[in-house]
């Protein structure tokens, strides 16, 4: 009795109003049971949906041979009677019934009504008949010997589902007791912030695998997701500090000989401006990128024809840019899609400036636009300058980044991030086909959604 009293106080606890009340390890029992025979009725559902689905399939399918049977049967009829068949095209062909209703007669007459042949088929196709329920027998048997080994199939195949509802219904009735969420709290505020990856949290609990596991998964990406902001705001005051310390040095050269030196104040005056406008387009660019990083920026899909937008952008090429002939290749037909002109052509733009920094002047670049095999749209951009390594090629989207070669340039490294971001938000991606001393080939692929 004493064991018995134990028991009952393990497994019941009071409520407030006295009355008593199962724990969640109790209470997690006919759970799996209420499961099984709720994926046990799925699996019914699905097999009696299969063996109907053959069992259509089968009759269908003897009817069909038990017509072209029996249609070819009166055909080799004919075919003996006439040698001909094609004899007897103004004819007329039916079935009657004969000898009391008894027997079959499958009868040819010709426009008069005489009776060219009279031949009793009430044999064949009671033959034919039987031969084609036998067949169907020997089906429905295929269906009732494969049962067994096909419901264990639906069960395998539904196995992994079955699983994850018998995890996720324990979870929801995962009921932890107050020393578990004690251990939560002391190991929660015992994690510091910053990116040391040996910072994990370990409960050394079973119960509480499954919350250590999610709970870690969340700090991997959060400490991803600080590296990348610590690295973006470390590359962005680097790009500043620049342009504000050449402000300051020709600012601090002004104060001590440039009120008198037209020379000096010139020089400084210019150097001051571009180093200015140089801050301000980055500027620019890195509120561009925090806008698209907070979705503020939207995007506007409307229907864009993208050779005509090409053709504006080829034009104001000529205009910008005197130093390097420009040729267009346009496709026959109009390339409309939903896009966001401003957006793409602004990726285009990037390009195109990165093209004519890096081509020597008087050297072509080349703009294309069309179709891919696979009917998708592009728009290319090729030119004859100075290339990039393959370990360039992969990394050149990621912002602030310059290889060693065009550090001499003047430039942010966040152009063609940028240009990846719209192009990203088109669902569209990119092809690059560059070798040093050779030139670059940079083409935006973009499906075609059509217009509304």
């Not at 004969?98 to 064949?124: F, M």
Request: charged share 25%; with cysteine.
């Amino acid at each position: 009795m004493g064991k018995a009293k134990t028991k009952t106080k393990k497994n019941k606890t009071k409520a407030p109003g006295g009355t008593s009340v199962r724990t969640a390890s109790q209470s997690r029992r006919p759970v799996y049971g209420d499961q099984s025979r709720r994926m046990s009725s799925i699996t019914r559902k699905l097999h009696f949906q299969l063996i109907r689905r053959k069992l259509g399939i089968y009759i269908l399918s003897d009817l069909i041979l038990f017509a072209l049977s029996s249609i070819a049967f009166l055909l080799g009829i004919e075919y003996c009677q006439f040698s001909s068949i094609h004899a007897l095209k103004n004819t007329s062909r039916y079935l009657t019934s004969g000898s009391g209703g008894r027997r079959i007669l499958y009868i040819i007459a010709d426009r008069s009504g005489n009776v060219l042949l009279s031949r009793d088929v009430t044999d064949y196709l009671i033959i034919a008949g039987a031969v084609v329920c036998c067949i169907l027998v020997l089906q429905l048997l295929g269906i009732l010997l494969s049962y067994i080994g096909e419901n264990k199939k639906i069960r395998r195949t539904l196995r992994p589902i079955n699983e994850i509802a018998l995890k996720a219904d324990e979870l929801s009735r995962l009921s932890f007791t107050e020393d578990k969420y004690q251990v939560l709290e002391d190991a929660i505020e015992h994690i510091e912030p910053g990116e040391n990856d040996a910072q994990r949290l370990s409960f050394q609990d079973s119960d509480l695998m499954g919350v250590e596991a999610a709970i870690n998964n969340l700090l991997v990406r959060m400490r991803d997701t600080y590296r990348q902001q610590a690295r973006f705001v470390n590359d962005a005051s680097h790009e500043l500090r620049t342009p504000i310390a050449v402000i300051q040095g020709y600012a601090n050269m002004l104060d001590r000989w440039g009120k008198e030196d037209e020379k000096i104040l010139d020089e400084s005056i210019t150097a001051i401006r571009n180093e200015a406008d140089h801050m301000n387009h980055l500027v620019e660019q890195l509120l561009f990128l925090a806008r698209g990083d907070s979705g503020k920026t939207a995007v506007t899909l409307e229907e864009t024809d993208l050779t005509a937008m090409m053709q504006e952008v080829y034009e104001e090429s000529f205009m910008i840019d005197e130093d390097h002939p420009y040729r267009f290749h346009a496709p026959d037909e109009p390339l409309v899609m939903q896009a966001d002109a401003a957006l793409l052509k602004q990726a285009v733009r990037i390009l195109i400036d990165n093209a004519a920094k890096y081509t020597k002047s008087g050297d072509e670049i080349l703009l294309e636009c069309g179709r891919t095999e696979t009917g998708d749209a592009y728009i290319q951009v090729q030119d004859t300058g100075i290339g990039m390594e393959e370990a360039d090629v992969q990394q050149m989207f990621e912002r602030f980044y310059r290889s060693d070669e065009v550090r001499s340039y003047q430039g942010t490294g966040l152009g063609l991030s940028i240009a990846k971001w719209i192009v990203d938000k088109h669902k569209g991606h990119f092809e690059v086909l560059s070798r040093t001393s050779l030139g670059t080939r940079i083409r935006i692929v973009l499906p075609v959604i059509p217009a509304e």
